[in-house]
């Protein structure tokens, strides 16, 4: 099945980029996802990116998908202490979100 | 709008006991799920609900764990009985409609299970 991994913990001072990392496994995942978690919540969705795409900007949020190495990354602009939180990758399929599969979550610490 | 309710917030029980979360989606939202949330991982879809039909519960351990949606709104997780390994935050989200492209998943705030 699909393996989503990313990298535990990133530390950034308030004002500079942060750029968290995922690599997946199945190259048929047709999504991949952006989500935030933070303390005592649920997950919120950031934003997403087809398969067929290279980069998809939102404001602050840039993403980028290396499709052939199957590497996923979002880079978070100015990074302010209210983006503390873990972000977590997840990959899916066309037709059904539920299908989607979650890395282990990344801890962004933004230091003032 | 309000958002996904999920209750209670915490439960502590022991080992062998039985337990029951209760979610209430966004009112119009078709497809609910059940994930379940472990210390330091991602959560892993445990069931998927379209209206009040299983669309898929392949991650659901069926000799402990039931989930039902009765009248495709709220719906109810069931465990029984507990096991340490359960121990975890139980989420539950929903969507308009499971079977779009992209579909936009509201998460609740989750149920938080300790298992002595």
């Known amino acids: 099945g699909e393996d989503v991994e990313q990298s535990l913990f990133l530390s950034v001072r308030e004002g500079d980029s942060s750029v968290i990392n995922c690599t997946y496994t199945d190259s048929s995942s047709t999504y991949l996802y952006w989500y935030k978690q933070e303390p005592g919540a649920g997950l919120q969705l950031l934003t997403y990116?087809?398969?067929?795409?290279d980069m998809k900007q939102d404001q602050r949020l840039t993403v980028l998908l290396n499709k052939k190495d199957k590497h996923l990354s979002l880079r978070i602009a100015d990074t302010q202490t209210g983006d503390s939180a873990i972000y977590f990758c997840a990959a899916g399929f066309e037709g059904n979100a539920g299908k989607s599969t979650f890395g282990d979550g990344t801890t962004l610490t933004v230091k003032p | 709008e309000a958002g996904v309710a999920q209750s209670p917030r915490y439960k502590i029980i022991e080992k062998r006991q039985s337990v029951a979360f209760w979610c209430n989606p966004i009112?119009?939202?078709?497809?609910l799920y059940w994930y379940q949330q472990i210390l330091g991982q991602g959560p892993k879809l445990l069931i998927q609900?379209?209206?009040?039909?299983?669309?898929?519960d392949s991650q659901l351990p069926k000799d402990r764990f039931s989930a039902e949606r009765l009248k495709g709104v709220d719906s109810t997780l069931k465990i029984q009985p507990a096991k340490l390994e359960d121990s975890a935050v139980y989420l539950c989200?929903?969507?308009?409609?499971?079977?779009?492209?992209?579909?936009?998943?509201?998460f609740g705030p989750g149920t938080r299970l300790t298992v002595l």
């Open positions: 609900f379209q209206n009040n039909g299983v669309v898929d």
């Open positions: 990116i087809f398969s067929n795409m």
């Open positions: 989200a929903s969507s308009l409609d499971g079977s779009g492209q992209v579909n936009e998943q509201f």
């Open positions: 009112s119009g939202h078709a497809t």
